[in-house]
């Protein structure tokens, strides 16, 4: 039996990381705090510093480093804080897709017009994506970056709808979502397929979350840098030098950022030709009303694809019944590469007129993937899981979600047959760009990437793993490597014997909460109780001691990064929650403290 026959034909068991330990239900608020005292006042802080960074709707990751709203963050932040007000979680993730790009794209930061454009770069006016972004449907109310963020969100909206499944089907939570979160899935599958191999690429260092880890750092040393002089980075306003990325990549980082914005957010994944436009039209109608079932399975009835295609081809249905776009466009209002038929760039600008900006270089710009794409084993893991998460929540509007669990074996398939070093023992990135003895070849084969991250072992999360596989992350997870449970109570971001490895440097070595978290789930998920009980004390710990640190030193648990951070309250509170649902009680408190007194200490780089 093939690898992939293997997978699909392998039972496969969803509960541990799609579903709440207990059965679903509104968090009990009223109720005695049991369990430990000490627990009880961990409960009552992580509420707190969510309800001091909380916008009124939305969540801020920091108020004074972070303050805009950001994609992943925001989907960790519901997961935790849907335990203390499921109506809050399902407005912070409304608030985002709100947001969402006509073509399906979430951006990854949402900006608050409030702010001060001087207090985060890049900022609004370096993103233009009300003008860069309009032939990509970037939308015209509000200002967002124009790349992405690791796709948790749908996973994020079934835990949601968990919590309290009367408030969500009361509000039509999952409706409205479903076909935003199905768009969303179909731009990454269709136009960032960037190696032909079915996986997604990203087209940036940011896009993965993990921004400076050192997986990024051959694939970026092509990449020509923008002139210091030509940008401002706030970032150092609250941090080391010593502790935040050289200015080298942060100028290669802006370069990369300016050359896709510049060429209208345009994306040149292979299969575009094939799969048209995408976007959000996926039975929805862009409304949030899933008509005729909405083939919320994949799978129309007459047994195609939507839209003709034959069974394998696309998923859902990407045009709306009334032929319009998203938005009220006709259809064939702009063609396949993005471009406005009036033969002008995004903003206006005639072709070849460019303009100076802060990459200190003018032109037309690339499509994304130009200069840097790769497949990112923790990008395409968390796509998996919420692909997984997709089928349940189609299964809860009346479908079976057959072809949405396939879907995922397959992508597991794919993750396996492209990123996994059964040598190393561990997932590795695909440089789609370097190391191809022919690097003319459509699609490319790129090479895998040396560094062992984090990232390599987030897959840990997926149930359709072979079990040898799963077992061989294991010990790459407790091995002299990344030390669990050894040398270190929370994994590092980046190999303890790497040549880059710094335990205060961002992704280049300290530990973070939320792939801790990750690990967790996988863990569990794989049956070793003991040692994700182990990983989760060890959170829940350094979480209290480190005033939900952005993140740690990896050996000592030493704070770095801002405090008072929002998805280390918020999976704190989502850990807590497992001890109450497993008999020792049930999340409680008698309120919330309006103060955080939050600091920032080292960090603040996010794109």
């Not at 940008?231 to 980082?253: K, Q, S, W």
């Not at 129309?300 to 009334?322: F, V």
Request: net charge negative.
């Amino acid at each position: 039996m093939d690898r992939t026959a293997q997978l699909i034909a392998r039972p496969a068991e969803y509960a541990v990381a799609y579903d709440p330990a207990g059965p679903p239900g509104p968090p009990q608020l009223g109720a005695p705090a049991p369990g430990t005292p000490h627990l009880a006042a961990l409960r009552r802080r992580a509420a707190s510093v969510l309800a001091g960074n909380w916008t009124g709707t939305s969540t801020v990751p920091s108020p004074g480093l972070y303050p805009h709203q950001w994609s992943w963050d925001s989907a960790f932040i519901a997961i935790g804080l849907r335990h203390v007000s499921p109506r809050r979680a399902q407005t912070e993730l409304e608030t985002l897709l709100d947001a969402q790009w006509d073509d399906g794209r979430i951006p990854h930061i949402v900006f608050n017009p409030s702010v001060p454009l001087d207090a985060y770069f890049p900022s609004p006016d370096f993103w233009r994506s009300s003008t860069a972004g309009r032939a990509a449907g970037a939308p015209r109310t509000v200002q967002t970056s124009g790349i992405v963020q690791p796709p948790v969100h749908a996973l994020a909206a079934w835990l949601v709808h968990r919590a309290d499944p009367g408030l969500s089907r009361a509000r039509g939570f999952l409706t409205r979502v479903y076909p935003r979160l199905a768009a969303w899935h179909r731009y990454l599958l269709h136009r960032r397929d960037l190696g032909g191999g079915g996986l997604v690429s990203v087209v940036h260092p940011w896009e993965q979350g993990m921004d400076n880890a050192p997986s990024w750092d051959a694939p970026l040393s092509r990449v020509a840098p923008a002139p210091a002089r030509s940008f401002r980075r706030a970032d150092l306003d609250h941090g080391a030098p010593e502790d935040r990325p050289t200015d080298l990549d942060y100028g290669r980082y802006v370069r990369l950022a300016t050359e896709y914005r510049d060429g209208g957010y345009r994306d040149g994944g292979v299969r575009d030709s094939a799969y048209g436009e995408g976007g959000l039209r996926d039975g929805g109608h862009g409304d949030g009303r899933v008509r005729d079932g909405g083939h919320l399975d994949g799978r129309p009835q007459d047994g195609r694809e939507q839209g003709g295609r034959e069974q394998g081809g696309r998923d859902e249905d990407s045009r709306p019944q009334d032929g319009r776009e998203q938005g009220g466009r006709e259809q064939g209002g702009r063609d396949e590469d993005s471009r406005p038929q009036d033969g002008r760039e995004p903003g206006g600008r005639e072709p070849g007129g460019g303009y100076e900006d802060a990459s200190g270089a003018g032109g037309r710009g690339a499509a994304g993937g130009a200069e840097f794409a790769v497949e990112d084993p923790a990008f395409n893991a968390l796509l998996i899981a919420s692909e997984h998460a997709l089928a349940r929540i189609a299964h809860e509007l009346g479908a079976t979600g057959t072809a949405r669990h396939a879907r995922a074996e397959r992508l597991t398939a794919a993750l396996v047959e492209r990123l996994w070093d059964p040598a190393e023992g561990m997932f590795f990135c695909r440089d789609l760009r370097g190391g191809d003895p022919d690097p003319g070849r459509r699609p490319p084969t790129g090479a895998l990437v040396p560094e062992r991250g984090v990232s390599g072992l987030v897959p840990l999360l997926l149930p359709g793993l072979p079990r040898e596989v799963a077992a061989a992350l294991v010990r790459t997870l407790r091995g002299p490597h990344f030390g669990l449970g050894t040398t270190t109570r929370l994994a590092p971001s980046y190999d303890l014997l790497g040549e880059a490895f710094d335990p205060h440097r961002y992704w280049r070595g300290p530990a973070w909460f939320n792939t801790s978290w990750l690990l967790e789930r996988g863990l569990r998920l794989h049956g070793d109780q003991a040692g994700a009980d182990a990983l989760r004390a060890a959170v829940l710990d350094i979480a209290d001691s480190s005033d939900f640190a952005e993140y740690v030193d990896p050996y000592t648990g030493e704070a770095c990064g801002a405090t008072g951070f929002s998805w280390t309250a918020a999976l704190t509170l989502d850990l807590l929650h497992d001890d109450t649902t497993s008999g020792t009680g049930v999340m409680a408190g008698p309120g919330i403290p309006a103060g955080t007194g939050i600091t920032a200490l080292k960090g603040g780089d996010r794109g």
